[in-house]
């Protein structure tokens, strides 16, 4: 059963994935417990103004319906904003269900109607009158772009800094620079829509206690929000979320349902649900529309001497939600004279939240689009510009990079592509009567890592359990904390049980940022070293023990023995360790990130993303024929969970390049593809040859696993990369998102 | 959802008679339209009469004509061996539409009848002229990227969604209904309607009428003909643009032509003028531009869906190369 080989790097197959596939994993809006009753959501119609009466007569007479919540009749709720914030609330004041009787967005939350089934109490709702005063509003980023001013800084620019300060003297390097680049690029609101609807069943356990199912990001997210709110002990509170049917960002932050139905099960005293419809989903958080300005001047060998990149982002009225769009192109190309820019221009919408790598897949479409055009304008090859500008440390904040193989994605991706076979003049490669171009872009994410903690039990029985409050949001997290559990005790896969996704569980942080494996799995390698030491120490303790005077060091644990290195003969086994202990043994511990020694150094993945496309002229039809993402991200836990990731993030590459789009009337102020027929997203038809590289990447600065994560890096290369080989087989560079027939014919 | 009555009658009069009962009742066939319209509120029904039971499921051979029973699925069409072989046009266009697993439950009565996708149709806060008559149109200077290019009126300028009506429209279908008066045959052309001043009326169909089949005359359209479905990803997605061509040539030269585009009108849109140029015409790629310039001739585009203009001839010169052979 046991190998000799480590758990780490293989891969695994997901350990819940049986369970996934025969329906049998439960998800938050499947508890079901007796007596459960039914919220459904009202949502404004109108996108800004007052509600001047809101008549819930006739729905509260329907047999069945239990009452019908609105701004006039909810319970009091806590006053401060602070306590309406959450781990990934941008600065401002954080949006209120049923607060008042003002609507500040289309598709507001205003009332609940709380039935004995889930259809009652939709009919219900289509039984409330409700009359409103309408006020002027405006949607429309492109309309809009004059009342643009810079963010508000707050916590949140922590982990998502402001731009940089200007460098040098951009307009005169520009001004004289041998080869210039510049665009305008735009791309529109996008929607998470993960599979699984946003849905929270909330069990009143009398006295003031609440066990909560939440679709979450962050179990303790979830737990400290309605505690702050509802004026309820932590501990009261155990906010659970078993599996979670992917989440993209959109469960990074407490959803309305969250609130509702907890806000309904403390003022009935009742178990309530509150799922959420698919349209629905587009009533909170998206990826914002963004304009991004690039100018990029190089001189004649290529060297690129000034970076111009500004963007201006939409925002909601009241919070100052902020991406790192502009920061990356210094951190990829070391230019002396930098001018970066980031702005807002907050509008009658809500909040945007963060969306599989923010900022930094809209900043490299601009970034990535604006670098094939100056290898275009220098006639070199768009890799070799890269090669010629590649930064060896981070000049935009002057450190070294904790690792970065980024070259070897170039050179193994290109090989194992074809890139050589590309003729780079545009137009000049065709199949049968379709145009043929090759793109590639480079890809750049940050790592990060929190803190975390993690307990570590080995049980009477000799098998080990870890646990932690962090969700698997469909990463496989699972599937990778238990690999890394398991090694660090020599234990065989099937005797290591990690439990997750409970808030009673030790703290872990919202699960995103690509930091879930640094940030928790450290806590759990953390844990079980710390497991490791108590075991060694007990095992010493025995009487006559065959370790006496070795140390730590000196002994490997193997498959439930303790063994020294140089005598394979002298073991002590877990089981006259626990048969001593009389019962299971305990650590708890925390990671913290070493602030000190990682401020020296830029941490960030890296990828090459290449790319085919075929473009039918007459039809402006384009497909995806082939694309390859060579990947750096350290050490890979699980090659298998991990290739699914780019593979995920390359599918969404093509669907923002080409399909995924929010359309909004902007004349009503309102979102008008909110389902999934209209709002498109690729299509198993749409996707053709797709395949993954990861390079090898030493890190051990970055965290003790070596491992950077993957969950976002996947997806910032590829749009970009498409956009360049659709140049190259059109000669049309099109720099608005989605790219649409409109554009190509 | 309101609350309604539900009856599943096994007979055809009994169904009629059922449905005339009450002033809001609505068949229902494979529900793949109505339950998703009654969930939304568009539509509110007091009755539902199920004809599932009825005996309209079968495919005939009828003295030259084929005959397509209302409740014969429509992948039940598209791979029957007769339409593939004889009317191949009708499976490709079925097949350019929705999912297998939709196909599987839509009913060919119920594919003729399918309301359109216009988003402004679809949400009863916005107004539609469709859907509350006189409330306006939202789509006229609004979001109107699907929208329609030919036969539009100020009241109205959704379209038509269905691939299939495209196809049945070129082949020169009929519609057999019965109902509470004597039972009638309406030519396919004359069975959707343009939106005029009553954009709440799709088609000529009659209050409690029942589709009970459908008739297509055979034809020598067995060898030459193409589906061309233009859309916003590779499946599963509505037309903007789609054209259905099926040609009869011999020699080179156009003995017989039927053509029809979908996605541009409010009913599936024939091309009768541009028929009468192409036949006694050679094979070429010139008569193909000449013969698309004619079939857009009164085409008018709206703020959001210019690129049609461009985009429909371009499909129609497609899908008659593909049908003539002259590229594959
Ligand atoms: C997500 C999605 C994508 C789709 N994509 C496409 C596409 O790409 N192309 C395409 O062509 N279609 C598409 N469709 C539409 C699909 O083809 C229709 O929903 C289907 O054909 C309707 O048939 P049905 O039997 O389910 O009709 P129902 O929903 O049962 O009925 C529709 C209407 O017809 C009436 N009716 C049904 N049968 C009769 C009868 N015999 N006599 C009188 N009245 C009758 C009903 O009262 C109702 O008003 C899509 C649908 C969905 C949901």
Not at chain 1, 74 to 88: G, K, N, T
Not at chain 1, 228 to 239: S, Y
Not at chain 2, 87 to 108: D, E, K
Request: with cysteine; glycine share 8%; aromatic share 8%.
């Amino acid at each position: 059963m046991m190998s000799d080989q480590p758990l780490i790097g293989q891969p695994i197959s997901r350990l819940e994935g049986h369970l996934k596939v025969t329906g049998t994993a439960k998800y938050a809006g499947e508890y079901n417990v007796p007596g459960l009753l039914y919220g459904y959501v009202i949502n404004s119609t109108i996108t800004k103004g007052k509600i001047s009466s809101i008549n819930t007569k006739i729905a509260k007479a329907l047999p069945g319906v239990i009452e019908v919540f609105t701004h006039e009749n909810r319970p009091s709720l806590a006053w401060f904003d602070m306590q309406y914030s959450d781990m990934d609330a941008p600065p401002g004041s954080p949006f209120r269900p049923l607060h008042t009787a003002d609507i500040k967005y289309n598709g507001q939350p205003i009332a609940l109607v709380v039935a004995e089934t889930f259809e009652l109490a939709r009919y219900a709702a289509s039984c409330v009158e409700i009359k409103y005063t309408e006020e002027p509003f405006s949607t429309d980023l492109k309309e809009n772009i004059d009342k643009a001013r810079a963010p508000q800084p707050g916590l949140a620019t922590f982990l998502k800094p402001l731009p940089p300060k200007p460098k040098g003297d951009f307009e005169k390097a520009y001004n004289d620079s041998f080869a210039k680049a510049s665009g305008e690029f735009y791309h529109g609101t996008e929607h998470h829509n993960p599979l699984e609807l946003f849905s929270t069943t909330t069990i009143y356990e009398g006295q003031g206690k609440l066990t909560i199912y939440d679709k979450t990001q962050g179990t303790i997210n979830s737990q400290l929000y309605v505690g702050n709110i509802f004026g309820l002990h932590f501990k009261d509170v155990r906010v659970i979320a078993p599996y979670v049917g992917g989440g993209f960002g959109s469960g990074l932050r407490p959803q309305y349902q969250l609130f509702l139905s907890v806000m309904a099960a403390l003022e009935l005293k009742r178990p309530v649900r509150v799922t959420l419809e698919r349209n629905q989903m587009y009533t909170f958080g998206h990826r914002p529309p963004t304009i991004q300005n690039t100018r990029f001047g190089a001189d004649a060998n290529g060297k690129i001497t000034a970076l111009n990149h500004s963007a201006i982002a939409e925002t909601s009225q009241f919070e100052d939600y902020t991406e790192v769009v502009v920061n990356w192109s210094n951190m990829l190309y070391p230019a002396e004279n930098t001018l970066m820019e980031y702005k807002l221009v907050p509008l009658d919408v809500y909040s945007p939240l963060d969306m599989r790598a923010p900022g930094g897949s809209t900043g490299s479409h601009a970034i990535e689009s604006t670098m094939d055009e100056l290898a275009y304008k220098l006639n070199i090859d768009p890799i070799e510009l890269r090669l010629i500008n590649y930064a060896e440390t981070d000049t935009s904040v002057g450190r070294p990079y904790s690792s970065k193989e980024l070259r070897q994605c170039f050179i193994q991706g290109a090989e194992k592509f074809g890139w050589s076979n590309r003729n780079p003049e545009p137009r000049s490669m065709r199949r049968g009567n379709k145009l043929v171009g090759y793109g590639m872009a480079t890809g750049i994410w940050e790592s990060m890592q929190l803190p975390a903690r993690a307990e570590a039990i080995l049980t009477k029985e000799g098998k080990l359990l870890v646990s932690s409050a962090v969700t698997d949001i469909g990463t496989g997290t699972l599937t990778v904390m238990t690999q890394i559990a398991a090694d660090e005790l020599g234990l065989p896969l099937a005797d290591v049980t990690f439990s997750y996704g409970d808030s009673k569980m030790p703290f872990a942080p919202i699960q995103g940022g690509s930091f879930t494996v640094s940030t928790v799995g450290s806590a759990i390698k953390a844990a079980g070293k710390a497991l490791r030491k108590k075991l060694f120490k007990k095992a010493k303790d025995i009487k006559n023990s065959p370790l006496k005077g070795t140390d730590l060091e000196d002994v490997v644990f193997k498959n439930g023995d303790i063994i020294s290195k140089n005598n394979p003969a002298l073991r002590v086994s877990f089981q006259d360790i626990l048969a001593l202990n009389k019962g299971a043994i305990k650590t708890t511990n925390t990671s913290l990130p070493k602030a000190f020694k990682l401020k020296k150094y830029s941490r960030a993945a890296h990828s090459a993303a290449f790319v085919e496309v075929e473009v039918d002229e007459q039809l402006g039809v384009v497909t995806v024929t082939r694309s390859l993402t060579a990947v750096a991200a350290g050490n890979i836990i699980n090659p298998k969970t991990a290739r699914s990731q780019i593979l995920g993030g390359m599918v969404w590459g093509i669907s923002k390049a080409l399909r995924e789009e929010t359309i909004t009337d902007y004349k009503l102020g309102k979102y008008m593809n909110q389902n999934l027929a209209e709002y498109h997203i690729p299509v198993h038809a749409d996707l053709h040859d797709m395949d993954v590289i990861f390079v090898e990447e030493k890190d051990e600065i970055i965290n003790e696993l070596g491992s950077k994560g993957v969950g976002e890096i996947g997806i910032v290369g590829m749009p970009p990369a498409i956009a360049n080989a659709i140049f190259h087989a059109t000669g049309k560079r099109i720099n608005q998102f989605p790219i649409h027939f409109d554009s190509l014919l | 959802m309101n609350q309604f009555q539900y009856v599943r009658p096994a007979e055809t009069s009994g169904a009629i008679k059922s449905v005339a009962l009450d002033a809001n009742a609505h068949f229902l066939a494979g529900g793949t339209n109505l339950v998703d319209l009654m969930k939304m509120g568009i539509v509110t029904p007091e009755r539902l009469v199920d004809i599932n039971n009825l005996p309209l499921k079968k495919i005939e051979n009828i003295q030259g004509h084929l005959r397509i029973g209302a409740l014969v699925t429509n992948t039940q069409v598209a791979e029957n061996k007769f339409v593939k072989e004889n009317f191949p046009l009708l499976s490709m266009a079925i097949n350019a539409g929705a999912s297998p697993q939709l196909r599987n439950m839509a009913t060919t009565g119920g594919n003729l009848l399918q309301r359109t996708r216009c988003p402004y149709f679809f949400d009863t806060t916005m107004p539609c002229n469709k859907r509350v008559p006189g409330s306006g149109c939202g789509a006229l200077e609004g979001y109107n990227r699907m929208h329609a290019i030919f036969g539009a009126s100020d009241k109205c300028i959704a379209v038509n969604p269905s691939d299939m009506n495209v196809a049945l429209t070129a082949l020169n279908a009929f519609v057999h209904v019965s109902g509470p008066k004597a039972a009638r045959t309406i030519p396919f052309a004359d069975f959707h309607r343009l939106p005029g001043d009553h954009p709440e009326q799709d088609t000529t169909l009659q209050k409690n009428e029942l589709i009970t089949s459908i008739d297509i005359p055979t034809a020598p359209f067995s060898k030459n003909v193409h589906y061309l479905k233009v859309r916003d990803r590779s499946s599963y997605a509505f037309a903007l643009v789609s054209a259905a061509v099926a040609l009869h040539i011999e020699n080179n030269t156009i003995k017989d032509v039927r053509l029809a585009m979908g996605g541009v009108a409010h009913k599936p849109w024939r091309l009768t003028a541009t028929e009468t140029f192409l036949k006694g015409k050679t094979v070429s790629e010139d008569t193909f531009k000449q013969a698309a310039q004619i079939a857009m001739e009164g085409a008018k585009a709206y703020e959001h869906n210019k690129f049609k203009l461009k985009l429909a001839p371009n499909t129609l010169i497609q899908a008659l190369k593909t049908a003539s052979g002259l590229t594959v």
